[in-house]
């Protein structure tokens, strides 16, 4: 599976984005699909996670309630919609596709995108 992000870039404070993955290869449908970030200086961590059918969704607590995670499997695309974003959500934004058990789990991802910048100016 190849994974492509498209749709960073810089927002205002309290502005929204929409983040899109974009899969090729192999059936995208048959795998969680995870988002994780990376600040400059920080480690990657997670941001959430969607189950292959989309009937669950998992969150980080810094971002439950502001981010949402879909997918379009019949397009090979999954969405991570941002709003209320904030300086500190600030970082590359990565999203993978694991197993039936990754959500959480970072080793668990086995495909992983090259990133997509989102800058949120104070």
């Known amino acids: 599976v190849q994974l492509v992000e498209s749709g960073g870039g810089l927002v205002q404070n309290g502005g929204s984005l929409r983040l899109s993955c974009t899969a090729s290869g192999r059936t995208f449908g048959s795998y969680v699909m995870g988002w994780f970030r990376q600040a400059p200086g920080k480690e990657r961590e997670f941001v959430g996670a969607?189950?292959?059918?989309?009937?669950?969704?998992y969150y980080a607590d810094s971002v439950r309630g502001r981010f949402t995670i879909s997918r379009d499997n019949a397009k090979n695309t999954g969405y991570l919609q941002m709003n209320s974003l904030k300086p500190e959500d600030t970082a590359v934004y990565y999203c993978a596709a694991g197993g039936p058990y990754a959500f959480h789990s970072m080793e668990r991802y086995n495909y992983w995108g090259q990133g997509t910048l989102v800058t949120v100016s104070s």
């Open positions: 969607i189950t292959w059918n989309g009937g669950t969704t």
